[in-house]
């Protein structure tokens, strides 16, 4: 098929690609693509005046310089070539004036030269230099001119050149091959790679660029130039890099097609599905590239039409045919004397698009040009080196599996791992000997106070000795365990310093957990003394063995208060804790002394503890963290209070900081936010020096919140597995730091550790990406107690230890928790790595968005899940919430934050989570998502009304639970399903002219029958969206395009927000109702009277989408004067295409017109609309009639014939018709408005004829294109919504 | 994601005595040595349940000894 018949001779048809160009041109939009230009530098063994001839002969012989564009009536753009369009060598001064010609290059593409050639002097020789519009040509034609020019120089007379034609595939062909790549393209296989974004990162139009330089020595040793073409090895090191950044092997980003033409465009792109294995060599990569860039080759189709396929999805991906593109090129030889001084400006595609452009000296240049709203530049230009990093190991080291090439550099690694930096020297002895150093110094110093009594340092030294002297009696002593079953407070802590001066291992038992639990702990541990209270005897378990000595019995009394003489060896045992274990029985985790008096010491200079610090622990002792904060102020000489029971109200700890003069609080997370909402509430913080807190996620929020309201300077995060002892990463801030993430950054490491975020393979993860975190260094526990087997899988060979350390035979624990690598080399936590979950090629963090429904109003517990039922994979959200929190709701409000990839199929909303015997959640128990279901059956109908309705509802809803006094819309009802609904009443009550409105004011059968009981239907055509409260900004009037019944703007309505007031017209076509010859002025009639009641003299603003964008220009012509509207937003408006623009006259092959009228005619026998259709086509005048006949021979499908209900096929059918009609009489008025006019991208990849609304207002502004969205999809797009929302706030502010 | 088995590991012991799991491909890290022919990591796991059977450092069993 060619579509080039019927034209006059010497006019051409556009290819997809150059109509595309042409639309974004026509909109004011050109990017992503760009003006091409190209610096010709020729030395001095040329003269001027054989430059001069060499491109006279170049310009007469290429066709490009005679090429201009033509437009048909319905905006059809054609090329032609005429000898007398040729343009001509413009001779210039110097280079300089080259430079300014080449910046303010401006094409009109109605008519005017797409090509711009200079010549000027420049040093050392002559430049000659072109600008080339997109539509006319890409940089490979501007290559061919240069190549023909050398030519030229060397006295080879240039042969004419005629257009290439356009050589598309067949219909059948076309068919095929979309079929063959629906599969590989609709997200479930392979994934569309992304590189990571920053945190709520939008893409607007803004780009930036980086660019990244090998030279030819690099070059050499990075190409293995055997065979392989160049953009097999490039294409292959960019996807093993983009596994290495996704963890996900199946994935592809977009190519760009070779040139194929040296007359016209031709640069194009596809997707390549690669199929890669991090235990991959590099080569078997590259042979995969190979394979799979053929596969898209023989498959190729233009872009376009592959688009335009898959954004009929609503689902689709914002860029659909790869987020990533890469270019291959290579820079053309020219002779001696010649140089090409511009590199390739392809298409700014996707989110990222990447050229990688060898010069023919031998270096290989990388060039990024990205979305600057969602990368970080250093992530980008590190994401061009790490390529490079690929290139050239995956080449060297041919024996080395892809997945291990290293990515990062021992220095890069040693900077992001390392702790916080500190060279001062720990003092070796045990923490318990530098406790009793402050006994000796100041003995009469506070140290505990609990409960209201407080003990001095030297009184609690005494105790503890006594007390040690005693253990050490029983037989206490090296590796030896000593439980501690009392309850938290001065005693307990006193216990603590006794078993650890006696040189045994202590194990805190809460008296108040379970048998079961301390009975395991006490076994397990083989502990030899318990120390307890009375009162808690008979929750000890029976038959451990151990020694008991309850408090209450003065255990120590006659023993000397002196300290114990016991040596401790650092890799002594400590303390044994028992970790909670989600699954199966508590662990003991052992620590030794050496790491642990190492650890408080390096702790208590982050925390800058001294002999003033006083702290109240708020955490409790079953957890470390809770003895690290009594070690590290009691070890400096300072205090600790000790809360005497495990709840105190946000007012009891605000009042226990005052009386004591606390300055250091370690707070859980979760208490901290009450305590920050008391302060808040109050008004009153108490002074403080420092929070530490810790134990969850902390979302920026609470952050936020807690950082104003408790203003204390310093905050610490800290984090830290058990078996890493106490804290091991903290982030020390002071207040008021923002960050970006769903959660608080875990920081770095503290004293002689590291932290790592590894792949799976073991390799550290570039910045950004995200890995599972891993401590290593001197702080990590001995391992579990009894389970050899399991400290041995959790527990592993440091690799890194030796090189950056020097740490031999060092270990590394696997934390078990996702992260990632900030910029500023702090840890950023993601969940748990056993949560994660892997859904589309997308790794999705649960947390991120159980976070979201948590922010929503009402909302106290979420719960996100991927499930599998039936086979099927779907996120579930189920959160517990009143009764009247909406899943559509949540839904929508969710849609406005979040990434379409992260948002759940479903949200299931519960009274409370389903628990089993054991107080956890019952996953099991959760309910299957589906239709909305109703806690009862619903309410009967009364009376034959609300019968009838309700029969009607049922059915076209499908949902027979349905009762009188439910929801329309949340029962299931969609905008389609409320036309079908309305016809059916209607035919039921004619006498009653119910319209949408009646629908969403009375949205249940009950309300609705005593509308129509009372036969007081408004017939109103303008629906309260969102009405008008205090602090409301001026009201956003929508205008329908064909068939839109308002429910479109809902997530818009929410995305701009509570206070933005919005109201919808009702598209005048949706009743049965047809009149004819209306005009576009007697439509808006009911619009404009309802707007100057509103707001006349007032501030508005319009929107107008499709065929509502002329409605919006003709409300705002009547109303011109009487409403200030600040604001047009012009949604996607085409104007008449070449199937009904006046004066655009179709072509009919011989006999088809004859043809073409008997079947309408047999169509019109058969139709029950006849009578309209007849109305509609007397009204026509011949070149219409012609054009309708045109039009249904182009139609595909068979004409229909189901009408004339207002859903049906057929009346959709008329209406497009009736509309064209009426469109044709109108004419668009200049206007005085302000105007912002949004496009979407499949529009004009179709080279729709959209409205430059710039020629009808100059104040109108050129459009923002939304990419991944089409004509019908762009009203629900967040990217759209962003963008509008923008533009309004401008036009409201200004 | 669980974390995806490269085939073959090994058994290993640092110089304190104590054990952990390496993979067979990669070149043990300086400190430790290899203590059994390759297997899956299970099997190795499983052997190191039955040979570790001092959970003490070496440096403490000698000081202690």
Not at chain 1, 441 to 452: D, F, K, Q
Not at chain 1, 459 to 472: K, P, Q
Not at chain 1, 622 to 645: C, F, K, Q, T, Y
Request: proline share 6%; charged share 25%; hydrophobic share 40%.
């Amino acid at each position: 098929m060619s579509i080039e018949t019927g034209l006059a001779p010497g006019l051409v048809a556009l290819s997809p690609g150059e109509k595309q160009i042409c639309a974004h041109d026509r909109v004011g939009q050109l990017a992503p693509y760009a003006i091409q230009r190209v610096r010709l530098k020729a030395d001095l063994r040329w003269s001027k005046a054989q430059l001069r001839q060499a491109a006279d002969a170049v310009i007469a012989a290429h066709p490009v310089f005679a090429a201009r564009l033509r437009r048909r009536a319905g905006g059809t753009l054609l090329r032609s070539q005429d000898a007398a369009d040729r343009v001509s060598l413009i001779e210039l001064a110097t280079d300089q004036d080259i430079e300014s010609r080449l910046a303010s290059a401006r094409f009109d593409l109605e008519g005017g030269p797409g090509v711009l050639a200079l010549l000027a002097p420049t040093q050392g020789g002559h430049m000659i230099a072109l600008a080339l519009h997109p539509a006319f040509g890409d940089f490979a034609v501007l290559e061919h001119i240069a190549s023909s020019l050398a030519a030229a120089l060397l006295g080879e007379r240039p042969c004419e050149q005629v257009l290439a034609p356009l050589a598309l595939p067949d219909a059948a062909t076309q068919r095929a091959r979309l079929d063959h790549w629906r599969p590989l393209l609709d997200g479930t296989t392979w994934l569309n790679a992304r590189l990571p974004q920053r945190y709520n990162g939008a893409e607007d139009l803004a780009r930036a660029e980086v660019s990244h330089r090998l030279d030819c020595g690099q070059t050499r040793a990075a190409l293995r130039r055997g065979g392989l073409p160049l953009e097999v090895s490039l294409a292959a090191a960019v996807g093993v890099a983009l596994m290495r950044y996704s963890g996900h092997g199946r994935l592809r980003f977009a190519v760009g097609q070779m040139a194929t033409h040296s007359t016209r465009r031709s640069e194009d792109i596809l997707p390549l599905c690669l199929n890669l294995d991090p235990g991959q060599r590099f080569a078997e990569a590259e042979a995969e590239t190979l394979r799979a860039l053929a596969d898209a080759r023989a498959h190729g189709l233009p872009s376009e039409y592959l688009l335009q396929d898959l954004l009929r999805r609503d689902e689709a991906d914002r860029h659909p045919l790869g987020a990533i593109a890469l270019h291959v090129q290579q820079e053309t030889a020219l002779p001696e004397g010649l140089d090409l001084l511009t590199r390739p400006e392809p298409a700014a595609l996707g989110e990222c698009m990447l050229l990688a452009y060898l010069r023919r000296d031998g270096a290989l240049e990388l060039h990024a040009n990205y979305a600057r709203g969602l990368f970080e530049p250093a992530l980008i230009d590190r994401f061009l080196v790490h390529v490079t990093r690929v290139l050239t190991t995956g080449t060297q080291q041919s024996d080395l599996p892809v997945g291990r090439i290293p990515l990062l550099l021992r220095q890069e690694l040693d900077l992001l791992s390392a702790p916080y930096e500190d060279n001062t020297e720990n003092d070796p002895r045990p923490v318990h000997e530098l406790i009793a150093d402050h006994a000796r110094l100041t003995p009469e110093r506070t140290a505990l106070i609990s409960a209201g009594v407080e003990w001095s340092h030297g009184a609690l030294n005494r105790r503890a000795n006594r007390l040690a002297h005693r253990l050490l009696d029983l037989g206490v002593g090296a590796e030896v365990a000593v439980a501690i079953m009392v309850e938290r407070g001065n005693e307990a802590v006193m216990a603590i310093l006794a078993a650890l001066k006696a040189g045994g291992a202590y194990i805190p038992l809460e008296p108040d957990h379970p048998e079961s639990r301390n009975h395991h702990i006490l076994t397990d541990a083989a502990a030899h003394v318990v120390i307890t209270r009375r009162r808690y005897l008979d929750r000890l378990p029976a038959g451990t063995g151990a020694h008991i000595l309850c408090l209450d019995d003065s255990p120590g009394a006659g023993q000397p208060e002196s300290d114990p003489e016991t040596t401790i060896h650092p890799d002594q045992m400590a303390y044994i804790m028992y970790t909670s274990g989600s699954t199966g029985k508590p662990k003991g985790v052992a620590v030794e002394h050496g790491p642990l008096s190492h650890h408080l010491q390096d702790t208590a200079r982050v925390y800058e503890m001294s002999r003033d610090s006083r702290e109240l622990p708020f955490l409790p002792f079953s957890s470390d963290g809770g003895h690290e904060r009594w070690m590290n102020p009691l070890m400096m000489g300072g205090s600790a209070v000790i809360p005497d029971g495990p709840l105190w109200t946000p007012e009891q700890s605000f009042a226990a900081m005052r009386t004591y003069g606390c300055n250091n609080a370690s707070i859980p997370t979760t208490y901290l936010q009450q305590l920050a909402e008391w302060a808040a509430d109050t008004g009153e913080a108490p002074d403080m020096r420092l929070y530490s807190f810790g134990g969850e996620g902390l979302a920026q929020t609470t952050f936020d919140l807690l950082s104003r309201e408790l203003r204390a300077p310093l905050l610490i995060n800290g984090y830290g597995p058990t078996e890493t002892i106490m804290t091991p990463m903290v982030w020390k801030v002071r207040a008021g730091t923002r960050f970006d993430g769903a959660y608080a950054p875990l920081g770095r490491a503290v004293g002689n550790r590291r932290a790592y975020v590894l792949d799976e393979r073991m390799m550290p993860c570039p910045i950004g990406v995200a890995g599972e975190i891993h401590l290593g260094g001197e702080g990590v526990a001995r391992g579990y107690v009894n389970r050899p087997g399991t400290t041995a899988d959790r527990f592993i060979p440091d690799p890194f230890g030796p090189q950056l350390d020097g740490r031999d035979g060092a270990r590394l624990y696997r934390s078990g928790d996702l992260g990632r690598w900030r910029e500023d080399g702090t840890i950023e936590f993601l969940g748990r790595v056993d949560l994660q979950v892997k859904l589309n090629g997308y790794r999705i963090e649960p947390g991120e968005i159980e976070a979201a429904l948590l922010a929503q109003p009402g909302v106290s517990e979420a719960l996100v899940l991927l499930r599998e039922d039936d086979g099927e994979k779907r996120l579930v959200g189920y959160v517990v919430a009143p009764p009247e929190v909406q899943e559509e709701d949540l839904m929508r409000a969710l849609e406005s934050g979040l990434p379409k990839h992260m948002l759940p199929s479903a949200i299931v909303v519960l009274e409370r989570m389903p628990v089993n015997p054991n107080a956890k959640l019952d996953r099991a128990a959760l309910p299957l998502p589906g239709r909305r279901h109703r806690a009862s059956a619903g309410v009967a109908a009364t009376g034959a009304t609300e019968a009838d309705i309700l029969a009607i509802w049922q059915q076209e809803i499908g949902n027979p639970e349905m009762g009188v006094t439910d929801d329309f819309f949340a029962m299931g009802g969609k905008s389609l399903t409320a036309l079908k609904v309305l016809t059916r009443m209607r035919r039921h009550w004619p006498g009653v002219a119910l319209t949408i409105a009646d629908l969403f004011d009375a949205p249940t059968v009950r309300s609705l029958a005593r509308r129509i009981a009372q036969g007081d239907a408004t017939g109103r055509q303008a629906i309260t969206l969102r009405g008008t409260g205090t602090g409301s900004k001026p009201m956003l009037y929508c205008f329908p395009g064909l068939l839109v019944s308002t429910r479109e703007y809902m997530r818009l309505t929410d995305y701009l927000g509570d206070n933005q007031p919005v109201t919808g017209f009702l598209c005048h076509s949706l009743n049965e109702e047809k009149r004819l010859n209306v005009s576009v002025s007697e439509v808006v009639a009911g619009y404009v009277a309802h707007i100057r009641a509103e707001s006349a003299g007032r501030p508005c603003a319009f929107l107008g989408w499709s065929w509502g964008g002329l409605l919006a220009w003709e409300a705002a012509r009547q109303l011109r004067g009487e409403v200030d509207i600040r604001m047009i937003g012009m949604v996607d408006v085409c104007d008449l295409g070449s199937d009904f623009a006046p004066g655009a006259v179709p072509d009919f092959a011989p006999g088809e017109r004859a043809r073409l009228e008997a079947e309408m005619r047999d169509w019109l026998r058969k139709t029950r609309m006849r009578a309209q259709w007849e109305a509609l086509i007397a009204a026509m005048d011949g070149l219409c009639y012609d054009q309708f006949l045109r039009f249904i021979g182009n139609e595909a499908e068979p004409l229909p014939c189901d009408g004339p209900e207002v859903s049906s096929r057929e009346h959709t059918f008329w209406v497009l018709i009736d509309n064209a009609l009426v469109f044709r009489q109108y004419q668009l008025a200049q206007l005085d408005v302000p105007v912002a006019s949004f496009s979407a991208g499949d529009s004009l990849s179709r080279g729709l004829n959209l409205v430059d609304w710039r020629r009808y207002s100059s104040r109108a502004s050129a459009a923002a294109v939304v990419p991944g969205t089409n004509h019908l999809h762009i009203i629900g797009d967040q990217l759209f919504h962003a963008r509008f929302k923008a533009a309004l706030d401008a036009a409201m502010g200004g | 994601m669980t974390r995806s088995d490269p085939g073959q590991w090994i058994s290993v012991q640092n110089n304190e005595g104590r054990w952990s799991v390496w993979p067979a491909e990669l070149p043990v890290p300086a400190g430790w040595r290899a203590m059994s022919a390759a297997a899956s990591r299970e099997a190795c796991l499983a052997e190191i349940e039955t040979r570790w059977t001092d959970p003490r450092p070496n440096s403490l069993k000698e000081a202690t000894s």
